[in-house]
């Protein structure tokens, strides 16, 4: 498909500082403390959308995934 | 493209914060560009930053959905397990149009990142338990129980894993065996758990693969058989091995071996001859039984046909049938008379059995057991010589005689006949009495012997009864030819027999019946020479007799009398006849004998012969006789009131009227009541009888002879008397029968006897009698020879009274009253 039809993403430049790298690098750390505390994958998921929508403001986190698991 | 299936659906895994109908709006979303950012992202497996979804193509299909719930920004990234597969997207959705910030994008990537980790696990999860059911669905299904065993550095042992087949060998559920391994322990057999250790220990300790046949006990009590293998796995951990097996219950398998080893003993050491033949009937195995049976070795006969020991006693059909038989029923049994490797020919008893594969049901190999009847045959052989055969003569007895008789009649060709005689021998009681059994049976023997060198060899000579003998002879052109037989038997027979050192004689009679002439079945024959016998008996003993049948009729149409002669009496239908007895000269009555006569209102007047016999038989003899004593006292008075002195009138007795009633007291009634003479009467007692009762009879003839009453003997030269009992009896008279003055002239021997015997009466002071004088030349014979009385047809037949009276007329001696 020619990409001039399509509605290209924009240029997103730079690196996180230093406070939201410990903020991804903490996030990580808790899902993965869960995975390994045998949490249900729908209790993680439901964690990474809270997560995400708590750091970011105005914002819904949503997982579309092709099968039920 | 990463994304490969038009048909997949997105589903709203998690969206806490989304309202529930944007979750129905976005559920089952079909990826495609221009479907949303998530949609767009899982169709590409690219991350697409829709920054203003009023102007962004990727939004395209779903710009009514954004509108809806004023989603204005979405920033979508794809989640990727593996290189090639799209699992779904993550997505944060903004209210405003919104370009992201580093933060956020790295957000997203740690985001997918943990969220592939969980779905991996998920996946590895799912893998796990899907192989675990699988592991379970096989050992489950798999005879025996799989197993995991520890065996520690200090021999500590447990059951890492067990699958569920333990609770059906052992009673133990798995669970609790791997929680317990003593469970299990303390169940195998004590005798074979030192066995099971030190072959563990020696496994371990070499780290070779183990195999162990064990008994173990059932929690139900039942014993079984188990097999353990297993092999060590290769890491060894602190002196820790671990081992994988499994245990299978061989109790049926161990069974079998015991049905097999058994069987085995039987085969070798059963007593019958065990073949196994392929099936093309080639010999394929045998036990020792059958070589010694048939003579050949093992070697011999292997590979070899078992028609090796064919005899040729069967004919080719017989074998046949027994191949059809087993065709048919696949079984068969029966005798054979097979031929051991000597030749000897011996009987077998043989089971053949057709072995047919279980599953095909094809012939696979025939079974013959046999067994060696010989002995069996031998002792069936003297068995039946036994029943056939009598002891003492070894000839053949009644039945084997039957058997013979039947067969010839059965076999006997249409020109040829075949005599049956029928031999008695006529002293044999008395010497048998006098000498005793022992030489009873040597005479009897003695007979044998002769009657074997008289005959051929193809006669069949039996003994069928005391002193009965019977004889068949084949193949006869004419009954003359019976005749010389019997002649030949009757002349051997006369010759002295030596017992004890003295010689004996015995003559023998017989009765001969000719098949087809006098019958033709056994008990038609056998009955005629039996009725012939007594024929010959009739004609003077030592002698033979042809059968005659119209003398057999007239006996059994006589018989069918029996109940007419019963009612004879109440009927009055006997009457007493008269026959004159002359003196010496033959010129003057001095007496007459009473003779019974049977007028039937059919058949006219019928002799005692043919009717005394029956009455016998049938208890009448005393009812009869007392009739005939009553009658004749009757008539005697009737001639006394009519003028007749000096008359002796003879009335014969009958057994029953001496033995079983009080004679004399009948006779003292019967003198008082006709008031007649005691010495007028005369009473004749049969040689024959006084031969069987002279002992309990001697009173009564006593306490006749007491009462003035004349006895006279009777038939005197038929029966054999000892002379001492005739010199201590208390007779008047004896009475030469007329079998003995038939013949004279013509008979020297019966002359001899006849002058012997009035020789001998006269020098017992007795009167003697000659009974049946016919000629002239024997009344001459008798006058000179000194006999004192004659009776006969010369004389004068039997006649009525009236007839009688008028005899006595004409001889005057009625005519003092009448003038």
New interface residues.
């Given amino acids: ?1 020619p990409n001039s ?3 290209q ?2 240029k ?6 230093t406070q ?2 410990y ?2 690098l903490n ?2 750390s808790q ?2 403390e869960k ?1 390994a505390q045998d949490a249900t ?2 209790q ?3 964690d ?3 997560f ?2 708590q ?2 403001p ?12 | 493209m990463l994304f490969d299936s038009a048909h997949q659906q997105l589903h709203v895994t998690c969206a806490p914060s989304l309202p529930p109908n944007a979750i129905d709006a976005f559920n089952g979303l079909e990826p495609a560009i221009g479907a949303g950012s998530c949609g767009t992202s899982a169709f590409m497996g690219i991350p697409v930053l829709a920054v203003d979804i009023a102007n962004d193509s990727r939004w395209d299909h779903l710009r009514d959905v954004a509108e809806q719930f004023d989603i204005q920004a979405c920033w979508s990234y794809p989640i990727i397990l593996d290189e090639h597969q799209v699992n779904g997207t993550i997505a944060i959705s903004s209210f405003t149009p919104r370009t992201p910030h580093p933060f956020h994008i790295k957000l997203l990537e740690a985001a997918t990142n943990v969220i592939s980790i969980v779905l991996k696990r998920v996946d590895s999860q799912k893998a796990l338990d899907h192989t675990a059911h699988l592991l379970n669905n096989i050992t489950q299904t798999m005879p025996g129980a799989l197993y995991q065993y520890r065996l520690t550095a200090n021999k500590q042992q447990e059951f890492t894993y067990l699958s569920s087949g333990i609770k059906q060998m052992t009673g133990v559920s798995a669970e609790d065996a791997c929680n317990n391994f003593g469970l299990i322990w303390k169940q195998v057999h004590p005798e074979d758990k030192a066995q099971l250790w030190t072959s563990i220990a020696h496994a371990s300790q070499h780290s070779l693969a183990w195999s162990h046949e064990f008994r173990i006990f059932h929690l139900n009590g039942e014993l079984k058989w188990l097999r353990g293998s297993s092999l060590l796995e290769e890491e060894v951990v602190d002196g820790k091995q671990i081992w994988n097996g499994v245990f299978l219950d061989i109790t049926p398998e161990k069974a079998s071996i015991e049905k097999l080893r058994l069987a085995g003993i039987a085969f070798s050491n059963t007593n019958d001859g065990i073949m196994i033949a392929d099936k093309n009937n080639v010999i394929v195995d045998i036990n020792q039984a059958y070589a010694d049976i048939s003579g050949y070795s093992r070697e011999e006969l292997l590979g070899q046909s078992p028609t090796l020991l064919k005899s040729n006693k069967h004919s080719p059909a017989f074998y046949q049938s027994i191949w059809d038989t087993l065709e048919i029923h696949k079984h068969w049994q029966g005798e054979i008379w097979n031929k051991r490797k000597s030749g000897e020919i011996v009987p077998h008893l043989v089971n053949i059995n057709a072995v047919l594969d279980p599953s095909s049901q094809e012939l696979t190999h025939y079974v013959s057991v046999l067994a060696d009847i010989s002995g069996i045959k031998a002792s069936e052989a003297k068995l039946s010589h036994l029943v056939h055969h009598d002891a003492l003569t070894n000839l053949p007895n009644r039945l084997l005689f039957s058997a013979r008789l039947d067969h010839a009649i059965t076999h006997r060709n249409t020109n040829e006949k075949i005599a049956m005689l029928h031999m008695d021998l006529d002293r044999f009681k008395h010497i048998n009495d006098s000498l005793g059994h022992t030489y009873g049976d040597e005479l009897l023997i003695q007979v044998t012997a002769r009657l074997t060198q008289t005959l051929n060899p193809t006669d069949i000579v039996a003994r069928v009864g005391g002193d009965e003998f019977a004889i068949l002879v084949e193949e006869l052109d004419d009954n003359d030819d019976a005749s010389r037989v019997a002649d030949n038997i009757v002349a051997a027979m006369e010759q002295p027999f030596t017992l004890n050192g003295h010689d004996y004689f015995t003559t023998a009679s017989i009765g001969i019946a000719i098949a087809p002439d006098h019958g033709e079945d056994i008990d038609v024959l056998t009955k005629n020479a039996d009725i012939a016998l007594n024929q010959a008996k009739d004609l003077g003993r030592n002698n033979y007799a042809l059968f005659q049948p119209e003398l057999s009729e007239s006996v059994e149409e006589w018989i069918k009398l029996e109940p007419q002669l019963r009612k004879a009496i109440s009927e009055k239908q006997f009457r007493l006849f008269y026959q004159p007895q002359m003196d010496r000269s033959g010129n003057n009555i001095i007496g007459a004998e009473a003779l019974i006569r049977w007028q039937h209102p059919e058949r006219g007047l019928i002799s005692p012969i043919h009717f005394l016999g029956i009455a016998e038989e049938i208890g009448l003899m005393k009812k009869i006789g007392n009739w005939v004593l009553e009658e004749a006292f009757q008539q005697l008075a009737i001639w006394r009131q009519a003028g007749l002195r000096s008359f002796k009138l003879a009335i014969n007795l009958a057994s029953d009227q001496i033995t079983k009633q009080n004679l004399p007291d009948k006779i003292s009634s019967l003198l008082n009541a006709y008031k007649i003479p005691p010495d007028m009467i005369e009473l004749e007692i049969l040689e024959t009888f006084l031969l069987e009762h002279q002992h309990e009879s001697s009173k009564t003839f006593t306490e006749l002879r007491a009462l003035g009453i004349n006895l006279a003997l009777d038939d005197f030269g038929t029966g054999y008397s000892s002379l001492s009992y005739l010199k201590k009896l208390p007779i008047n008279k004896i009475e030469i029968d007329q079998s003995l003055v038939r013949d004279i002239p013509e008979d020297a021997n019966d002359e001899a006897i006849t002058k012997a015997v009035i020789l001998l009466g006269h020098t017992l002071d007795l009167k003697v009698c000659a009974e049946g004088v016919e000629t002239p030349e024997q009344r001459a014979f008798l006058e000179i020879e000194g006999c004192d009385q004659l009776q006969g047809y010369l004389f004068s037949k039997p006649i009525d009274p009236a007839d009688f009276s008028n005899l006595l007329r004409q001889h005057n001696r009625l005519v003092a009253l009448e003038a």
Avoid: W, Y
């Avoid at chain 1, 997103?12 to 500082?17: E, H, K, Y």
């Avoid at chain 1, 105005?58 to 698991?69: D, K, Q, R, Y």
């Fill in positions: 498909m039809h399509v509605t993403n924009p997103v430049t730079g690196s996180p500082n939201e790298l903020a991804i996030f990580q899902i993965l995975v994958p729908e993680i998921f439901d990474i959308c809270r995400i929508e750091s970011i105005a914002c819904v986190a949503s997982i579309m995934l092709f099968h039920v698991i």
